[in-house]
């Protein structure tokens, strides 16, 4: 049973940095897929990014682009999110996932329906 367990959300100034972890368990995660989503206070979740496990490639929403990095430690089986810049409008419950067999790019589609995900971590972003 895969479980996912996010931490590393809180309270900080726009400008500041934050860190995010996803520790992953319950199966070998190699062929797994992880992904960053958020939902902010009414509006709909959406994608932030993914790193495939197995070569580390990584795909990024435009919104994350240049100030989010995706990052895995295979002996940790965690996945981290490195925010910086962060904006008022980063504001979000953020929220691990995972879903074998498909490409980080895969994972920013609308559809891909992540089977798995954390219980989310809440950042907050103020001006």
């Known amino acids: 049973q895969v479980q996912l367990v996010e931490s590393g959300g809180g309270l900080v100034q726009a400008g500041g940095s934050l860190r995010l972890s996803c520790a992953a368990s319950?199966?070998?995660?190699?062929?797994?897929?992880m992904g960053w989503f958020r939902q902010a206070p009414g509006k709909e979740r959406e994608f932030v990014a993914a790193?495939?496990?197995?070569?580390?490639?990584?795909y990024y929403a435009d919104s994350a682009k240049d100030r989010f990095t995706i990052s895995r430690d295979n002996a940790k089986n965690t996945v981290y999110l490195q925010m910086n810049s962060l904006k008022p409008e980063d504001t979000a419950v953020y929220y691990c996932?995972?879903?074998?067999?498909?490409?980080?790019?895969?994972?920013?589609?609308?559809?891909?329906?992540?089977?798995?995900w954390g219980q989310g971590t809440q950042v907050t972003v103020s001006s």
């Open positions: 319950g199966r070998t995660f190699s062929t797994y897929t």
């Open positions: 790193i495939r496990w197995r070569d580390g490639s990584t």
């Open positions: 996932a995972a879903k074998q067999f498909t490409t980080a790019q895969a994972m920013s589609v609308a559809t891909s329906n992540p089977p798995h």
